[in-house]
């Protein structure tokens, strides 16, 4: 029997991130892992911190009555007070933890907004390349995503954006430190998105939501500025899936603006979303934990050395690639103007996995993710300069 | 600035189940907790038993590289197959862990399967009185509630289903043990529904999928017949959320027929719908947890003295009910005929909490959740009996 029509089209171009992290494991499986050199998904390879352990070690042992029960749908109160301290860090602004929703993960937390703010037909502004799974995001819920050109070296551009804008756009998306670029926008850029979202605002008497996407806001090199202090119609998503790398236990938070207009509607809104999409709670004892790890630091360092390992590799194989100032990503041109889809299979002929930048609207280009062992990196010159000898667009 | 238009609406009238939770946690830090007699939420209050609480300490010690980091969108493959033995012996099929399909709790994996299999427009089927949250997970996706009537015991009127069927059809949801009523339905029954499926699909050709929502399949006082058994094109979705108690940890699975039509394309629909809506996966944690837990087993015998306990205190008070054989629901007619909700604010003025069944779609009844302490329902009959003295409808 049929299965929904959305969803058929969109299985013929599934997910390609996935699509390479399923090859990946069945090419490991038939050459060995060793031989695979796997940059394909956002998998942390860092163990979560010792705290992380302890933590889950003690709670695990209290084993105290009724904590794996049901609680409000935005989360536990302690755990919610104790985000507010953080996201007011991160964000600029004094929010107490009313303002915090905490969700499945920043995936869950996407949707969530979206659901709860967005009506059919909305449109939604994102930059773009952008994270290939905002448009199925949006499509859930009746929104629209309307790409908006970034500047050559990926930085946002700001008169692209304003002219994306129009009655229909309910919120633009912006995700920094960005994937798959990599870039981190600058506190005076992301001021004058806010004037330009202010002056819409004011002209059609919609102020567009501007939605932070953050869930590398710890793995950067240069500063990250807040988002939520330059402008009050403002939510941030993050995860702890790459800072603590528990990706698998999706686990992360919503920080609304504490001034947020209508702000009842909205966190109620957030609180209804979340039980009706069937998240009910982002999980229990992972609350529990992450209440206590609001401090716990990745260790940056790691990624700082495996990006100028892998950037020596990309660099003697003759690949160039955009500056990463966060996440964990080099994002590549293709040599010689070839087709990424094509150069991605030619690499995989040489068992090195990355994903194509089509997927990301950005076509000519390729992800490869760093959050793989030094060694992984290491070993894959050898193939790279072998691939790149023999690639002809 | 506007929350969704939908949203508005609903929050007008959010969750009667959620506003008595959190209305009871109110009243109790006012009254005292043991002043209140809450009976609002399906929230266990008995604990997980010592196996989880056994698996959950030796994973939490073993620290096992990689075990909180991604893994397929179904889950892993040890917990499908885990899962596979048991929803084979539950369902009277033999399928393997390619058609189990891991989500956050019951509520993730029916948004998954509606998400999956519904278009806008589809029609679902459901038996009236049905658990609320149905409506909103259809509306999700842009499909619609049905309800079909169900016989003055609220056993299936396969004929009143049988005439809500058409064109428009995308599936029939049973929920058996039930919630709000406590009603198993028995093989026959099920083989009924079964025929009139598959005669509506070979008239139309379109098959309706028939979706059993199945939480308290351990909490029955009769045999839970199979669903899978008897008709081809149908999906099992449960979770651990009643059974393990752990509601918050938003633990559950789909297990789907292993014959059903393009099973290929529904597993990858299944998949999809698991990632794009944000779930991503099931907490990874409790994947690994009730891999080992297929045949921990609920204490029946807690729920059943409860149960009885709670008949005799409503028999004192002169309320009648239905004779429940699973879940943990007492389904109870307001007396002299009186409305629901005022019934049940009635109630409250007398520090007992209710549900009333309108939210169902059953004005009239009103559901008390007896999954607290024996102790809390003993002491509620004198409040009860106050409560009936002074009603007057």
Redesign the interface.
């Known amino acids: ?8 089209e ?2 013929g171009s ?2 390609l991130i ?1 699509k390479m ?2 090859e990946g494991n069945r090419l490991k499986k038939q050459h060995g892992p060793e031989k695979v050199f796997d940059f394909s ?1 956002g ?3 860092v ?2 911190p010792p705290d992380f ?1 302890r933590a ?2 003690r709670l ?2 209290e ?1 105290k ?9 935005s989360g536990y109160e302690e755990t919610r007070n104790a985000l507010a301290a953080k996201v007011s860090q991160d964000q600029g602004v004094r929010l107490d933890g009313s303002c915090v929703v905490m969700s ?2 920043a ?6 907004v979206f ?5 059919p037909d909305d449109e939604v502004v994102v930059p773009s390349p952008y994270f290939m ?1 905002y448009r ?2 949006a499509a ?3 929104a629209r995503l309307v790409p908006a050109a970034t500047l050559p070296d990926f930085s946002l551009d700001l008169g692209s954006i304003e002219a994306a804008l129009s009655a229909r756009t309910g919120a633009v998306l912006i995700n920094s430190p960005h994937n798959p670029t990599g870039r981190v926008y600058p506190s005076a850029v992301i001021a004058g998105l806010a004037r330009i979202l202010e002056a819409h605002g004011k002209r059609l008497g ?2 567009p ?1 501007l939605i932070a996407d953050e869930p590398y806001r710890e793995i950067a090199y240069v500063p990250v500025p807040p988002v939520l202090a330059a402008y009050r ?1 403002s939510l941030a998503v993050s995860s702890y899936s790459k800072s603590l ?6 686990i992360g938070y919503i920080g609304v603006h504490p001034e ?3 702000k009842e ?2 966190l ?2 957030l609180a ?2 979340t ?12 609350q529990r934990i992450v209440a206590e790890l609001t401090d716990a630091a990745v260790d940056v360092g790691v990624y700082a050395r495996r990006r100028d390992c892998f950037k020596q590799v990309l660099d003697c194989a003759g690949i160039t690639y955009a500056e990463p100032e966060g996440a964990f990503y080099l994002f590549c041109q293709v040599p010689s103007g070839g087709d990424d889809r094509a150069f991605v299979s030619h690499l995989k002929s040489h068992l090195i996995l990355g994903v194509p930048g089509s997927g990301f609207g950005a076509s000519g280009w390729v992800r490869f993710a760093y959050c793989v062992d030094e060694n992984v990196i290491k070993s894959s010159a050898p193939a790279f300069k072998k691939a790149l000898d023999s690639w002809q667009p």
Chains 1, 2 share one sequence.
Not at 1 to 8: K, L, T
Not at 245 to 250: C, N
Request: glycine content about 12%; overall charge neutral; some cysteine.
């Open positions: 029997m049929p299965i929904a029509n959305g969803i058929r969109a299985l599934a997910s996935r992290f399923e998904l998998n942390p390879d163990e979560p352990h889950l070690r695990a042992a084993d009555k009724g904590s794996h029960g049901y609680m409000p749908n499945c993960g995936a869950g937390g996407l949707n969530v659901k709860a703010l967005l009506n799974e199925a995001y859930n819920h009746g919609r102020f939501y119609e790398s528990l990706p698998g236990e999706r947020i207009r209508d509607e909205v109620g809104a209804y979303a039980r009706t999409l069937g998240f009910v709670n982002a999980p229990a004892l992972m």
